[in-house]
């Protein structure tokens, strides 16, 4: 098809934030597209343009560069010739993610950097607090942006967080698991890889189910008030899906 769209030179100021970006897409029974965008913007009410259920009142602000170019083939499920990369600065980003019918976790002040190249989205350094618990943590995910395009494609993640404090009780609301571990954990560290079918992410994100997934720990560590510490514990776990 010889059907284009351009964009170029265009700019914005809005009161959340600015935007200027070139666009071109061409093609349209195989789009190819270039996108070329720098800004920053509020995210305030973002959620309602994310359209997830398990997100809301995200906050914060974020700053955007971005040099993408590819073309979609949907019938093979696959981004071609794809080039360039996004990066995505937060400050002080925050939201509600949601648990079971009765549990709401809360992200808040996350800073850090944000990539995205080929099929990765990663981040070398995020910090933040997670229920009131600081946390320093990265990350490597496989795929994610695909998935949410429409394509089929399974998505793995690779993360390594550490926390110096965990408050139990904030992160397990059941008073026992207190009583067994201490009411804080100290030291927590580790390096964790999970595999999960794009058909077990759909279920997951509809009905916020447990999901059927391939999961390995590495070099897991914690100090325990009333146990001894654990150090470079590794395993392997198959998860079934909580029916």
Known sequence: SDAYLKVENFGATFPEGDINA??????????????????????LGMEKMLGLDILSGIDGRVALE?????????????????????????????????????QMSEVKHLNGELRLEQNLLSSQELTGTYNGNKLCLGFQIENLVEYFMGLDKDVKAQVTAGVDTLRVASVIQDTSVSQVLGEELTGLHFRTEA???????????ESKTMPALELSLDSFQLGLSSYADISDLNASLSIAKDT
Do not use: H, M
Request: proline share 1%; with cysteine.
């Open 22 to 43: 070139n666009i071109s897409i061409y093609n349209v029974l195989l789009p190819e597209l270039k996108v070329e965008l720098n800004g920053e913007a509020d995210l």
């Open 66 to 102: 971005c040099d993408l170019e590819g073309s979609i083939d949907r019938d093979s499920g696959r981004i071609l010739n794809r080039q360039g990369f996004l990066l995505a600065e937060l400050d002080q980003v925050g939201f509600l993610l949601a648990g079971d019918s009765t």
């Open 195 to 205: 595999l999960i079918k794009s058909g077990e992410l759909d279920d997951f994100l």
